[in-house]
Structures are given as C-alpha cells and as structure tokens.
C-alpha cells in the first residue's frame, strides 16, 4: 500500500503546467484543453487572455485588391531577382487578394517562385498564378521540406513565365480549416522571386 501512494505522488508531481502562451494554436483553433488559441497571436493562452483578431501593423499588402483589376503591383521583381515579400492579411468577409508583376523583356528560361505561408490555426489559404489574358493558371504543391513551418502552412508554386508579359497572384481561401466556419481569417506572407530555369 505504501509503494503505490508512493507511486501516486510521483506520477502527480510530473504532470507538467502548460504556461499561457507557451504553445502555438494548431488547426482550427486547437489549443490544450485548459486554454484557448488568441486569433490575435495565434498562442494557446488562458481564457482571460483571448483577444479578437487584428491583421497587425506590419501589412504591407495595400486595399482595394480583391479582384484581378485592382491587383496590388509587385514591382521589386527582376531576372534573377531578390525575393519581394508582401505581409498581407485576409478578415473575415475579405474574400481574396491579388497581385500583378510584369516579367522583364530581358529575361530568359525565367521561372516563378512563389511560398505562401500562413498560419495552420485558422482559415487555410492557397495561391494561383494566372497567366497573361488568364491563358494559364497554376496552383501551389507543397513546400520542399527544408523550409521552418512555425506553426505555418506553407504552399509553393513554380512556372515558367514568358519575358514582357504580366501575371496575376491569387491568394484566397482554399475551402478548409476555418473552424466551421469559425475563424475565417488568416495572415499570411507572399514570398516572389524570378529565377533562370
């Protein structure tokens, strides 16, 4: 009898404290069962903690860009260029966002690169690119795996593009973990760069 309260106590004494914002939220919200995810930080917090959404200060995305005539221009992009990366957020009632960069008449064998990454907690997010008059559109497949996923999700796309000619970017909802509804918002980053195939 001695043994198992002395086994009792012990087992007690490991059951481990999970500190208010000490994990991120998983899909759909998922948080500890003594706390709840803050869309605001997307961290598991005590209840008392939760605060509503924001898109933060750091947006660098600019409205109106909710259709492929007020895309956003992207204007950083050159042959071989540096990745342009666009902090852009989706509230609820935000449908989608859009994008525009025209590739350099100079450029040859040029390629594409685009990661979308976005919270795994809330609503999940994808990324199209269309190409000049909408004559192609080319959708994401995941990320190589050698890319940090920081409680994110991330999306890559890669296509081959033709010099002097524009595209549009598309990130929209992709129709999942919105929390039923729920949280139907994210924030995300847009990473873009062209490169020689």
Request: with cysteine.
């Given at each position: 009898m001695r043994a198992l309260l002395a086994t009792a106590l012990l087992l007690g004494a490991c059951t481990p404290e999970i500190v208010s914002g000490a994990y991120l939220c998983g899909p759909d919200e998922a948080?500890?069962?003594?706390?709840?995810?803050?869309?605001?930080?997307?961290?598991?917090?005590?209840?008392?903690?939760?605060?509503?959404?924001?898109?933060?200060?750091?947006?660098?995305?600019?409205?109106?860009?909710?259709s492929a005539a007020s895309a956003q221009v992207v204007q950083a992009l050159g042959c071989g260029s540096?990745?342009?990366?666009?902090?852009?957020?989706?509230?609820?009632?935000?449908?989608?966002?859009?994008?525009?960069?025209?590739?350099?008449?100079?450029c040859t064998a040029t390629v594409a690169h685009l990661r979308l990454s976005s919270s795994i907690a809330f609503e999940?997010?994808?990324?199209?690119?269309?190409?000049?008059?909408?004559?192609?559109?080319?959708?994401?497949?995941?990320?190589?795996?050698?890319?940090?996923?920081?409680?994110?999700?991330?999306?890559?796309l890669?296509?081959?593009?033709?010099?002097?000619a524009k595209y549009t970017v598309r990130v929209a909802p992709a129709g999942g973990g919105n929390c039923e509804g729920g949280c139907p918002y994210n924030r995300y980053r847009l990473a873009m760069q062209l490169a020689t195939n």
């Open positions: 948080c500890p069962d003594d706390q709840k995810c803050s869309p605001a930080t997307g961290l598991c917090v005590s209840p008392g903690s939760v605060a509503a959404f924001t898109c933060g200060e750091d947006q660098t995305e600019v409205e109106p860009n909710n540096a990745l342009a990366e666009i902090a852009g957020c989706t509230p609820a009632g935000d449908g989608d966002d859009w994008f525009t960069f025209e590739v350099p008449a100079t999940t997010l994808g990324v199209t690119l269309a190409g000049p008059n909408g004559s192609f559109e080319a959708s994401e497949s995941a990320c190589d795996a050698s890319f940090p996923d920081d409680g994110e999700v991330q999306v890559c890669a296509q081959a593009v033709t010099p002097g």
